[in-house]
């Protein structure tokens, strides 16, 4: 019960921020976007370097000993933030690259729905496949 809960917030906020991110005219706070381009890539170093020592640590890359190391709750909690902040930063990027790019804006605005639309399926699928392999053990 308790690690569907915590699913449950993660999700949650996780909605909230890309959902708050779907602000076309990201013009009038350029600040708040400089910093959390480069929180989400702090962020996305932190948990990428876990990561990899994680993956490192492990005895074998075979398929019993990755599930039964993703069936510890804090290596998948962890990994579901890994999946967030980076498609997070993935889609803040791709943001400034559509609003550099694309000068018709009608096209900018479908081009930077589309990729915050795209961005949160992918964390949600990644982040339901971690959910399922961790509660399969």
Known sequence: FYP????????????????????????????????????????????????????????????????????????ALILFFLIIVISYHSNLGIKVIIEDYIHHSLLKNIAIICNSVFHFICAVFSSLIVLKIFLEF
């Open 4 to 75: 569907y809960i915590i699913f449950y917030i993660l999700v949650t906020e996780t909605v909230f921020i890309f959902v708050s991110n779907f602000d076309t005219h990201d013009s009038s706070q350029p600040t708040s976007h400089w910093f959390q381009q480069r929180l989400s890539a702090f962020l996305a170093i932190i948990f990428g370097l876990w990561f990899l020592i994680s993956i490192q640590s492990m005895p074998g890359l075979e398929y019993t000993s990755v599930r039964n190391w993703l069936s510890s709750f804090y290596n």
